[in-house]
């Protein structure tokens, strides 16, 4: 390959919003053939919004949005911010909770006016007995039946009630999916949200392969296991949890709006929050190397 046509390619990148590490990147491009899409953030636009609060019987709910508010705002996670916001919008200033755990991939704890709460996924108040009354279960299958996340509020040795949050699917990831199969790839959605939401999210853009419920620290071997399954994989993610599924993945391509850790393990930064330009990315790439064979 003569490095000049690699150069002009990476330079055209450029141009286009994709920053490409160096340019034997380009080279890995050829083979790809699936290409898995991080869910929040990625194909979603990983700003999440409280929409519903449902309590269980006798617990208040201006309690349970100040509790798990306070909680949540310690905590960096899109919904722990949409938890905390909207508590703050409608109560004010919140306390600060000392203990503060964050439990990656389930859920965050710790002690707030005294009391000690867990807000996260259901399985992680199962953990500590904390299980959700018939009416909190019901709620929270409605909303992830509608592609919501349902995130579980306990304290004091009792579940107390379920928020919903919900995300926006980005308005261009349909278009960019349908691109990623006419360039022959199968686009496989990763999280590690629940697999009726991870469902309804992947039938809204077109994507019939799911992988749920991964924790952060098993995205890695999601990559690992396509591979040895001889698949070669590209990986799209933006958070700190997809760092080392992308130095994993044989092409690793950051959103731009994601985190430092992506961005550095990744070969490509789409600097547009846009999945699109990863299929630009692509074209490009294989245009580039059929000018040099
Ligand atoms: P994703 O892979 O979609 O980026 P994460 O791995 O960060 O998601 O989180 C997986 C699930 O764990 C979330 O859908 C949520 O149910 C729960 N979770 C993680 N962090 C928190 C938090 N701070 N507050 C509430 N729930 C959380
Ligand atoms: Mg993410």
């Not at 798990?68 to 938890?83: F, M, R, V, Y």
């Amino acid at each position: 390959a003569t490095p000049t046509a690699l150069l002009v390619g990476t330079g055209r990148g450029a141009q286009m919003g994709i920053l490409i590490k160096g340019p034997e990147v380009l080279e890995s491009t050829r083979r790809i053939d699936t290409i898995v899409l991080d869910k929040t953030g990625t194909v979603t636009a990983g700003k999440m919004t409280l929409t519903d609060v449902h309590t269980a019987a006798g617990t208040d709910r201006s309690e349970l949005l100040r509790l798990a508010g306070a909680l949540e705002d310690a905590s960096e996670h899109p919904i722990a911010q949409a938890i905390a916001k909207a508590a703050t919008q409608e109560l004010g200033a919140l306390s600060t909770p000392e203990g503060f755990t964050n439990i990656e991939g389930k859920g965050v704890q710790g002690v707030v006016d005294g009391h000690a709460v867990i807000v996260g996924r259901a399985s992680l108040l199962a953990d500590w007995s904390l299980h959700l009354s018939a009416e909190l279960t019901e709620a929270k299958v409605a909303a992830e039946q509608q592609g919501k996340t349902a995130i579980a509020v306990g304290w004091d040795g009792r579940a107390r009630g379920v928020l919903v949050v919900a995300d926006t699917v980005r308005p261009t990831s349909a278009a960019a999916v349908a691109q990623f199969k006419r360039l022959g790839l199968t686009p496989v959605l990763l999280t590690g949200d629940n697999q009726a939401v991870a469902e309804r999210i992947a039938a809204e853009v077109g994507i019939t392969a799911v992988i749920a419920e991964v924790l952060p620290q098993d995205k890695v071997d999601v990559v690992l296991k396509l591979q040895q399954e001889g698949k070669s994989v590209a990986m799209v993610g933006d958070g700190v949890n997809d760092a080392a599924a992308l130095a994993q993945a044989d092409l690793g391509l950051a959103m731009g709006s994601g985190t430092d850790a992506a961005i550095e393990a990744s070969d490509l930064t789409l600097v547009r929050a846009d999945l699109r330009s990863a299929a630009d990315a692509i074209r490009l790439s294989r245009k580039t190397l059929a000018t040099i064979k």
